[in-house]
C-alpha cells in the first residue's frame, strides 16, 4: 500500500500591493492588444474576393494601425517619440493604399522601432544602427525585423569641418545625385548592404546615431545619406518623406538646413522636421546643388566657417 501523502492546501486571498492594481491594468491591456491584432490579421489573411476584385476594409487596417499608435504611445520611461509626432509619421505612412506596400528606413534602433515594423508588415522596413548587440538582441526576440549595422565615423564635434569638406566636394565625390555604394565622401554611408542603394525609400527616419555628446557619432552622415538617397531615386514616387528627429540640435538643424534645405521643409512636430525631397536628375546647376534658396541657418553656418 502506498503511503498517504494527502497534502493540505490554504487559499487565502492575496495582500494588495500598491502596484498590483496597474499591473493588472496593463495586462488587461496587453491582452485585448494582442487578442485584437490576431482577429484583425486573421480577418486581413482569411479576405474572400468577389468577381476577381478583392474586398479587404480599410477599416480593419486602419484599426490596426490606431490599436498599435495607441500601444506605443503609452507614456513609459522608454518612449522617445510624442503622441503629436508619431501620428505625423504614421499619417505619412497611411497615404499608401492598403494593401499597397511601401518602402520604410530608418536610422536609430529606438522604443518605436517595433510600430514602424508593424505598420508597414506588407512592405518594406529596415533598420540601421550603430550598435551590432543591440541589433543582434532585437533580432533573436523579433522574427522577421531586417535591421543592419554601421560604423558611424563622424563626430558631433566635427560640425562645421564636415560642412567645410562638403562644399569643397560638391561637384566630386558629395555632389547631391550619385551611387553611394561607390563614393568617397567623408559623409556618405557606403558599407551598407548593396540594396540599401537600390531601394526607391518613400520613407527616411532619423533617429540615430546617439549624438548627444560632442565624440558622440553624429547624425550628419544619416542626413546626408538620406538626402542623396531621395534625390537619387530610381523607380517609386517622385518625393521621399525624410523625418528628422531631435531636430533642436545644432547637427540635426545644420545638416538638414544644408542637405535636406528649408525650403523642403513642411512640418514641425515639436523637435521632428518633416521635409518632402524631390529626385534630381543628374547634370545641370541644380545636379550639384542640394538647396536652391540658402536658409538662414544654413548662411549663418557658413558665416561662420568663413571667418
Known sequence: MKPNNTKFIL????????????????????TLLSISLTFFLITLSTTTTTSGATTAAAVPHSTIFNILLHYASTPTPQS????????????????????????????????????????????RTTFIDESAYTISKLEEKNFGVEAYDVQFVTK????????RYAKTELRK??????????????????????????????????????GYFPDAPGRLSA???????????????????????????????????????????VE???????????????????????????SSSAALATARLVT
Open 80 to 123: 522617445h517619440l510624442s503622441l503629436p509626432q508619431l501620428t505625423s509619421i504614421t499619417t505619412t505612412l497611411q497615404k499608401h493604399p492598403f494593401p499597397s506596400n511601401f518602402n520604410l528606413l530608418v536610422f536609430g534602433i529606438t522604443h518605436e522601432t517595433l510600430l514602424f515594423h508593424a505598420l508597414n508588415f506588407n512592405g
Open 11 to 30: 487559499l487565502h486571498p492575496s495582500i494588495p500591493t500598491p502596484n498590483s492594481h496597474h499591473r493588472f491594468y496593463l495586462l488587461t491591456f496587453l
Open 173 to 210: 565625390e558629395c555632389r547631391p545625385v550619385q551611387n553611394l555604394l561607390f563614393s568617397e565622401c567623408k559623409l556618405g554611408i557606403n558599407d551598407l548592404p548593396n540594396f540599401v542603394y537600390d531601394v526607391a525609400w518613400d520613407v527616411i527616419l532619423i533617429d540615430g546615431p546617439r
Open 156 to 163: 558631433v564635434s566635427e560640425l562645421h569641418d564636415l560642412i
Open 268 to 294: 514641425t512636430v515639436g523637435n521632428l522636421g518633416h521635409f518632402v525631397v524631390k529626385k534630381m536628375d543628374y547634370g545641370g546647376v541644380d545636379g550639384f546643388r542640394f538647396c536652391r534658396n540658402l
Open 223 to 265: 542626413i546626408f545619406t538620406a538626402s542623396v538617397l531621395a534625390r537619387s531615386k530610381k523607380g517609386g514616387g517622385g518625393e521621399t518623406h525624410v523625418f528628422v528627429h531631435e531636430f533642436d540640435r545644432e547637427v540635426e538643424r545644420v545638416g538638414s538646413d544644408e542637405f535636406l534645405c528649408r525650403e523642403n521643409l
